[in-house]
């Protein structure tokens, strides 16, 4: 990097702490340092969530999709759309009736604590899991753009963004989100005029994409095998976000973090529109970059757009997009911390020991915040370990693991307003037998190869369905279960 672009990352750091320094000014209780006093914006949550949701690999990897094929992944976020609209009227009520923590409090009142327990440990293990792998794959454009080694890459991200986590806690995480995702798509915005201009403007490269079909938008191609279909994208995107954004801790804590269910539903569906508009920048920078001959048929997708800030931004603005990579993974980073200390202290910690003393838990919390920052950045150091050589494939491996829980958690709440005959151990038998054979469907292409030939249909398919079929799983499963429990009496 150039002096000048040191210059632009090392004050992107500073300000970083200064801000976390700034939002902890007033904390008192575990309520304001997990929820941020319930009293932030609609629209500062309504960017920490898109944020949240955008990893260093998203910003990286969407323009080698652009580059490579054409504008089909656009039908999962349209997906995502339809999922939170269901969130937002259906799930969202309950957690503003009365004075809930995390995700999972309200699980305890309908199925009892053991499956709040349960399910919040699930929480926690695969989010870990996930991000622990989100922060060691940024880490890899990163050292590509600054010439870092990936242990510092990865060491550099997690003290400063651990740092202003545990001072300023969950208000300190969403303005940060907030500055972190104008930078990076100011970069992607950049990126964009860049390769306009070198493909010759907008209309040439437009038009050429055009003619070589890149503009395509939507597939109605009936398949459960190829990702990204009208059908697969509209049903497994709604679904894995009513998920991710109705059940996962990670983006629920935001939600309660707002004024009031009204401002709570803004955020989400706003969040849902931006989203949609994000992944358009970011897939058309990868087609612009196809159309000025920077995207060369040996170079791999997700180098694309890395190698297009080297070699063509200037001086200060490659120092903006390397800021802009960093911004993205330290959202994981910091958002993860903060989720998981929130939902160790209140579904785990409290729910055991009874402590509700709030100036205690946020002591708690803080001590929570630090062992689990520490935890994620030796984790993802770890993955960087496991990824030398040929080994690669566990990281795929891992992040295929974190992402097909969300079927369980999201049965788990459609059971809670379901027949009142279903119980607490009803659900837990549903979900371990979800994560079970979600856990085979991971497995599937190598138990094939091992001579478990009838599981090739599980390894074929494309993984928008993953959420659809874990959900189907723990709702029929955990129905079965109180059937037949009632049935001998």
């Given at each position: ?13 500073l ?9 902890s000014r ?24 898109v ?13 080698g999709?652009?580059?490579?094929g054409?504008?089909?992944f656009?039908q999962?976020p ?5 999922g ?8 969202l009520?309950g ?7 995390t ?5 305890e009142?309908?199925f009892?604590?053991a499956?709040?327990?349960?399910l ?5 293990v695969?989010r870990?899991?996930g991000d622990g ?8 454009p990163?050292?590509?753009?600054t010439?870092?080694?990936?242990p510092?890459?990865i060491v ?9 986590t545990?001072v ?11 500055v ?5 798509v ?10 306009f ?8 490269a ?7 079909g890149?503009?395509r ?15 697969g994208g509209l ?17 629920v804590?935001?939600l ?12 989400l569906?706003?969040?849902g ?5 994000q ?5 058309l ?10 995207a060369p048929?040996?170079?791999?997708g997700d ?8 070699d063509?931004?200037p001086?200060?603005?490659?120092g ?9 993974a ?20 409290s729910?055991?020991?009874g402590?509700r003393?709030p ?6 919390g ?9 935890a ?7 993955f960087?370990?496991?990824a030398s ?5 566990v990281?795929?491996l891992a ?7 969300y079927?369980a958690?999201?049965?788990a709440?459609?059971l809670s307003?379901?027949?009142q005959?279903?119980?607490g ?9 979800t ?9 599937a292409?190598?138990?094939v ?7 090739s ?9 993953y959420?659809p ?7 029929i499963?955990?129905?079965l279960?109180?059937r037949l429990?009632?049935a001998?009496?």
């Open positions: 990097m150039s002096l000048a672009d040191i210059i632009v990352v090392a004050a992107y750091f300000a970083m702490l200064a801000l976390g320094m700034w939002v007033g904390q008192k209780s575990s309520s304001d340092y997990f929820l941020g006093a319930r009293n932030l914006p609609a629209w500062s949550v309504l960017l920490s969530i944020a949240t949701e955008t990893s260093a690999v998203t910003v990286i990897s969407t323009p999709i652009g580059a490579r054409d504008l089909t656009l999962l349209i997906g995502y759309l339809i939170r609209l269901g969130v937002a009227w259906w799930l009520p957690y503003f009736r009365g004075e809930q923590d995700a999972y409090a309200r699980l009142a309908r009892g604590g499956t709040r327990r349960t919040s440990m699930v929480f926690l695969t870990f899991l792998v989100r922060i060691f794959a940024g880490a890899i990163l050292a590509l753009l010439g870092w080694s990936i510092a890459s550099g991200m997690g003290v400063v963004t651990l740092a202003y545990y300023g806690g969950i208000k300190a995480v969403i303005w940060a989100d907030v972190q995702l104008a930078i990076y100011t970069g992607g915005i950049v990126a964009l005029f860049l390769a201009d070198l493909a010759g403007g907008a209309s040439v437009l038009a050429a994409a055009s003619e070589a890149k503009l938008v939507f597939d109605f191609t009936p398949s459960l095998t190829i990702p990204y279909t009208f059908l049903l497994g995107g709604a679904l894995l976000s009513a998920a991710s954004h109705g059940t996962d801790h990670l983006i804590q935001r309660l973090a707002t004024r009031s269910l009204a401002d709570a539903r803004r955020a569906v706003g969040s529109v931006m989203v949609i508009l992944f358009l920048l970011f897939l920078v990868g087609t612009a970059i196809w159309a000025a001959g920077r048929e040996g170079m791999a180098q694309i757009f890395s190698r297009f800030v080297i063509i931004f001086t200060g603005l490659s903006l997009v390397i800021a802009g990579i960093l911004a993205a330290m959202s994981t980073l910091s958002s993860s911390i903060s989720a998981l200390a929130s939902s160790l202290t209140h579904d785990l910690y729910s055991w020991t402590e003393d100036v205690r838990l946020l002591r708690v803080r001590v929570v915040s630090l062992g689990w920052g520490l994620l950045v030796l984790g993802a150091l770890g960087h370990s496991l050589g040929n080994d690669t494939p990281v795929v992040l295929s693991i974190a992402s097909v829980t079927g958690l999201l049965g709440y459609i307003g379901a027949d005959r279903i119980t151990p009803d659900v837990i038998r549903g979900a371990v037998v994560l079970t054979v979600m856990l085979v469907t991971i497995f292409a190598r138990l190869a091992a001579g478990f030939e009838f599981l249909p599980l390894g074929r398919l494309a993984w928008p369905w959420v079929m874990g959900t189907a799983i723990t709702v499963v955990a129905w279960s109180s429990r009632r001998p009496a």
